[in-house]
């Protein structure tokens, strides 16, 4: 089945140490997105690829980065994590500008010590 | 810009019930569409039903559908015979200014009994 897969489902940090979160797509779909949401709230968008063209969202902090090496593949990077990043990552993609619909992958939580 | 809003942190329903999750919105655009995901404990977003401003009936997929009222600016999910396995998070979602970038609403969490 075609699919959003995000690796790890479950990743501990230290203060401050970087960590790179995965997401790989077989639906072959244009854009990608990176969500983070913290307990109880809404998934807060923090950036998203349509193709190679990266868009940050104008409060996503410096500490968060993204890479995109190809179609299927898409990478969270955080250069600093501190105790407030702590949070569910999701991922999801979505065809192309003009389909609105968006698939999530099952997420990671991360915590950070 | 765009706003949606859930009034209802939480909800009960007993099994074999129905029950409604509210959500409202603010646009100025013409042409938009309304999204409802449902995100269980293990955290995965799953996409439930999609409504259209301009289709003409109401959306349904299985035991969930839509109580659209467009002058109102609402879009209610309704959930038909709620099982054990609906208990989990709701969001309604809307594209931002058109855009392929999605808002969501705080959530509703629903709790089924048996």
């Known amino acids: 089945d075609a699919m959003v897969i995000q690796n790890p489902r479950y990743q501990v940090t230290q203060f401050g140490k970087p960590v790179t979160l995965s997401c790989s797509q077989t639906?072959?779909?244009?854009?990608m997105y990176w969500y983070q949401q913290k307990s109880s709230q809404a998934p807060k968008l923090l950036f998203h690829?349509?193709?190679?063209?990266?868009?940050n969202e104008a409060d996503t902090p410096d500490n968060f980065q993204s890479r995109r090496p190809n179609t299927s593949f898409c990478f969270l990077d955080i250069r600093s994590p501190g105790l407030g990043d702590a949070a569910m990552y999701l991922c999801?993609?979505?065809?192309?500008?003009?389909?609105?619909?968006?698939?999530f992958g099952p997420g990671t939580r991360l915590t950070v010590l | 810009a765009q706003k949606i809003t859930q009034t209802q942190p939480g909800m009960f329903v007993q099994e074999k019930e129905a029950v409604t999750l509210d959500c409202t919105y603010d646009?100025?655009?013409?042409?938009?569409?309304l999204f409802w995901y449902k995100q269980p404990s293990s955290g995965e977003m799953i996409f439930l039903i999609y409504?259209?401003?301009?289709?003409?009936q109401n959306a349904t997929e299985g035991r969930y559908s839509l109580n659209f009222q467009k002058a109102r600016k609402s879009a209610n999910l309704v959930i038909s015979a709620s099982q054990l396995g609906d208990s989990a998070m709701y969001f309604c979602?809307?594209?931002?200014?058109?855009?392929?970038?999605?808002?969501f609403g705080s959530g509703t969490r629903l709790l089924v009994r048996p």
């Open positions: 646009t100025s655009d013409q042409s938009y569409g």
């Open positions: 999801a993609t979505g065809r192309d500008r003009t389909y609105n619909e968006q698939f």
């Open positions: 639906l072959n779909h244009n854009v």
């Open positions: 979602a809307m594209p931002v200014d058109s855009s392929y970038k999605l808002i």
């Open positions: 690829y349509y193709d190679k063209d990266f868009n």
């Open positions: 409504q259209g401003s301009y289709d003409e």
